[in-house]
């Protein structure tokens, strides 16, 4: 006796089948899924859409038909989407790292207003979260030396700032991305991961390392008023000792002087993005 279709069932597979098909092409049009990229298995994608293999097949066959994935052998699909990777040309990146009070943040400002590009300060994107979380652990919400933050909320703070990096890159946007990155930058194999991650999205990469005196950056520090920066303040002549003037990213990098009595931030990085465009 042969079964007959359930209704109900064809078109809940129909149903899955579009949502499967728009999300995939939603990412594909938002460069999350670049052009060129090999999709995962059938099966594979299956048990992620906690579907069939047949509900993903009729998705494929969608995205096939209007040319978004090509069918190769043995089941491997790849992303089609030439247009859409012309249109976004490779994204530049300027990574500003320096020690607090040093300008780093003065001068990504500087960098965002002459490009247009988006900015993206470690304190700007997480402060509220970090210090909600620190209240949270028992901790003041402006302590930035304890263990619990070294630890615990600082690799998150950066966790969180480089996904979104990541995800300006996938949309093909330029971006300064400022925070200290003292230990990142001192880390050779996370300059190579952050180049890697740049160069994946065809981008171009300039780190850059803000130097200031310690003079200078007592006076920024102390004019900003920021609660966070207290413990420095009043345990100066510690803090200071403990800092490496003559610092020197892992990777290749430009280094700029906002120490006073240098020249004006806006000149030096005006000069900078000159030297990208010429490479």
């Not at 943040?105 to 979380?133: F, H, M, N, S, Y």
Request: proline share 4%; glycine share 6%; hydrophobic share 40%.
């Amino acid at each position: 006796m042969t079964t007959q279709p359930n209704p109900q069932e064809e078109l809940q597979r129909g149903t899955a089948a579009l949502v499967i098909a728009q999300a995939i092409r939603n990412d594909i049009q938002s460069g999350r899924l670049a052009h060129g990229r090999q999709l995962p298995g059938t099966r594979s994608l299956a048990e992620s859409w906690n579907t069939s293999v047949a509900t993903i097949n009729r998705a494929m066959a969608m995205l096939a038909e209007e040319g978004l994935v090509i069918n190769r052998a043995r089941s491997s699909r790849i992303v089609h989407n030439p247009a859409g990777a012309a249109e976004r040309r490779g994204p530049r990146v300027i990574l500003i790292g320096g020690y607090p009070g040093s300008g780093k943040t003065e001068l990504g400002r500087i960098i965002a207003c002459q490009t247009g590009w988006a900015i993206l300060d470690k304190d700007t994107t997480t402060r509220p979260v970090v210090e909600a979380a620190l209240e949270r652990l028992g901790h003041s919400p402006h302590d930035r030396e304890s263990e619990t933050y070294l630890t615990i909320i600082r690799p998150a703070e950066y966790e969180a700032l480089m996904a979104t990096l990541n995800e300006n890159l996938q949309c093909g946007s330029n971006v300064v991305v400022t925070a200290p990155f003292v230990r990142e930058l001192s880390d050779e194999a996370w300059c190579e991961r952050l180049a890697a991650t740049v160069a994946a999205h065809n981008g171009s990469l300039q780190v850059v390392w803000v130097y200031c005196d310690a003079f200078t950056m007592h006076t920024y520090i102390r004019r900003r008023g920021a609660a966070r920066d207290e413990y420095k303040l009043a345990n100066w002549s510690e803090y200071v000792s403990q800092l490496d003037f003559v610092f020197a990213p892992k990777a290749s990098h430009a280094r700029l002087d906002n120490s006073a009595g240098a020249r004006p931030l806006q000149e030096q990085a005006k000069e900078l993005l000159d030297r990208m465009a010429k490479l």
